[in-house]
């Protein structure tokens, strides 16, 4: 019997030290892991094959609100889950913006991080 296969998360980040920091912690995890450092690099690729996203929100050209958009409108039940070192976007004014999705000041908890991608991927895909 083979096992199911394991959810992928792309994480979009320009920092590349973050982004090393969560493909290990993602892969520790059991995930499968594509990293890309614009939103463009994502935009520009298939993304069938990803089940949940990880986006900074303060990148140049296209921000994580605005990927966030673009993804609702290609895939609309794909999670997207935004992550910033600017704290000024965590104020509840962008809870809209957000669309009710987790927000993650960095630094943030791992664990807390891990929970929300699992809870994320049940209720779109119904796995872990």
């Not at 004014?93 to 943030?108: D, I, M, N, T």
């Amino acid at each position: 019997m083979s096992s199911p296969a394991k959810a992928v998360v792309a994480v979009i980040d320009d920092d590349h030290r973050l982004l090393e920091s969560l493909e290990d912690l993602l892969e520790s995890a059991g995930y499968g892991v594509r990293l890309f450092a614009t939103a463009e690099q994502f935009l520009d690729t298939t993304f069938a094959d990803v089940d949940c996203v990880i986006s900074d929100i303060g990148m140049q050209d296209v921000d994580g609100f605005r990927l966030q958009q673009a993804i609702r409108n290609l895939h609309p039940t794909l999670p997207v889950i935004l992550i910033t070192g600017r704290h000024e976007f965590a104020a509840t004014e962008y809870e809209a913006a957000r669309g009710g999705r987790p927000l993650f000041e960095k630094p943030f908890d791992r664990q807390e991080l891990l929970a929300a991608i699992a809870s994320e991927l049940r209720a779109s895909t119904g796995r872990p």
